[in-house]
Nanobody, 116 residues
């Protein structure tokens, strides 16, 4: 099993910044892509950003240029730097880790609230 623990969420004003962290522990052998998803009230969970073990990244169009995902493989930690936050970024943010195409693990989520 893989445990993912998120931190760094909170309340921020529009235009502000937050940095989310996700630490992975347990049986992390073979974990390749890690990423962040979010779910706003009444909406489906959506991909925010993903990074592979080799450092390749992809982002949702809505966050390109504002969010940056990074990864410290030595610490088994992935980060999401969020700048220029907007009210529509308000959501619960979930850390995700994948082992191959079929196995996915999730954190419990951290709430980000952006006030306008």
């Amino acid at each position: 099993q893989v445990q993912l623990v998120e931190s760094g969420g909170g309340l921020v004003q529009a235009g502000g910044s937050l940095r989310l962290s996700c630490a992975a522990s347990g049986n992390i052998f073979g974990i390749d892509a890690m990423g962040w998803y979010r779910q706003a009230p009444g909406k489906q969970r959506e991909l925010v950003a993903r990074i592979t073990s080799g450092g390749s990244t992809n982002y949702a169009d809505s966050v390109k240029g504002r969010f940056t995902i990074s990864r410290d493989n030595a610490k088994n930690t992935v980060y999401l730097q969020m700048n220029s936050l907007k009210s529509e970024d308000t959501a619960v943010y979930y850390c995700n880790a994948r082992r191959g195409p079929l196995m996915a693990y999730w954190g419990k989520g951290t709430l980000v609230t952006v006030s306008s």
